[in-house]
């Protein structure tokens, strides 16, 4: 019923660095969602604030159909997929224009969307909060 391909990275993450993009961590998003696997790159003291708006607002229609025919809330839904971020990319903002840039003159498109960004973390939160 619902059939994706899986997307290689690799070739897109070579032209960044080539460009001289600091990519700081990267996580690919599978099994364990948008709730596992953010976590298993930050550090102690770090926190990434993951914003529901942005993640909801570029949602494919196929993961909002699976949540109202199997009746999941928010949270099931970010804990057990992707929800159409296969990657968490955490860069500077100087390099959102490089990347954009490049991903234009390969023809992969303005693949930049911001979900989130990291701040330090507040004594006593999760390392990953979603606002």
Known sequence: WVCSNHKLYFNQFEAYR???VNIKAMAHITGGGLIENPKRIIPDGIQMQLYKGHINKHMHKNFKTLQEYGNLDIYEMYKTFNCGIGMIVV???????????????????????????????????????FT
């Open 91 to 129: 860069i500077g903002l100087k390099d959102v224009e490089k990347i954009n840039k490049i991903n234009i003159i390969n023809g992969w498109g303005n693949e930049i969307v911001a979900v989130g960004r990291i701040v330090d973390k507040p004594e006593k939160q999760d390392n990953l909060i």
């Open 18 to 20: 080539a460009l001289g």
